[in-house]
């Protein structure tokens, strides 16, 4: 198993999502413990850095970081990430540390657009019901999620873009059928 990031394919994702209107925006790698708890799953904890900040599990917490110092947010912005997750199992698609685009629409919901770009690629995912919204998946590994959310008054949908490695996993998967 190789744990690349392909830079091709990642521009070419954000290149897609700019073109469908999500504006690029500079965003936190570290927000404050009410932040992180917004969206940490129970039984999980966060990576502490320094004086109460934490690394984000996922770029949703950046923009809840944004929401919470008053930045200006737009319709749909588009975020990437380092993402630092406690999980229960490492393996080759489950890794401590990965990247990850992140989608936040506050008008509509961001699966279309996702389910776009996978269409552009000539990859066919599918959508699993999960307890907190919805799994990507391809080739039967999850490669990114969606779903609605509020913080703070703002009502906003979110959605994986594109994650790295577990992309170039999936996409090893499907290589090996």
């Given at each position: 198993?190789?744990?690349?990031?392909?830079?091709?394919?990642?521009?070419?994702?954000?290149?897609?999502?700019?073109?469908?209107?999500?504006?690029?925006?500079?965003?936190?790698?570290?927000?404050?413990?009410?932040?992180?708890?917004?969206?940490?799953?129970?039984?999980?904890?966060?990576?502490?850095?320094?004086?109460?900040?934490?690394?984000?599990?996922?770029?949703?917490?950046?923009?809840?970081?944004?929401?919470?110092?008053?930045?200006?947010?737009?319709?749909?912005?588009?975020?990437?990430?380092?993402?630092?997750?406690?999980?229960?199992?490492?393996?080759?698609?489950?890794?401590?540390?990965?990247?990850?685009?992140?989608?936040?629409?506050?008008?509509?919901?961001?699966?279309?657009?996702?389910?776009?770009?996978?269409?552009?690629?000539?990859?066919?995912?599918?959508?699993?019901?999960?307890?907190c919204g919805h799994?990507?998946?391809?080739?039967?590994?999850?490669?990114?999620?969606?779903?609605?959310?509020?913080?703070?008054?703002?009502n906003y949908f979110?959605?994986?873009?594109?994650a790295f490695p577990?992309?170039?996993?999936?996409?090893?998967?499907?290589?090996?059928?």
């Amino acid at each position: 198993m190789s744990y690349n990031i392909d830079a091709n394919l990642l521009m070419n994702a954000m290149n897609f999502y700019s073109n469908l209107g999500y504006k690029p925006c500079k965003c936190p790698t570290l927000v404050d413990e009410d932040v992180i708890s917004h969206t940490l799953p129970e039984n999980r904890k966060p990576l502490h850095h320094i004086e109460g900040k934490f690394y984000v599990g996922s770029a949703e917490q950046s923009f809840l970081q944004k929401i919470k110092d008053g930045e200006m947010l737009y319709d749909k912005m588009m975020f990437i990430t380092p993402c630092q997750r406690d999980e229960d199992i490492l393996d080759e698609s489950h890794l401590e540390v990965f990247l990850k685009v992140e989608l936040i629409n506050l008008v509509s919901p961001v699966f279309m657009d996702v389910e776009s770009f996978y269409n552009s690629i000539s990859y066919d995912i599918s959508i699993v019901k999960t307890s907190c919204g919805h799994d990507i998946e391809l080739n039967n590994v999850e490669i990114g999620s969606f779903g609605s959310n509020s913080y703070l008054g703002v009502n906003y949908f979110y959605g994986t873009g594109i994650a790295f490695p577990r992309i170039e996993y999936a996409m090893e998967v499907r290589d090996e059928i």
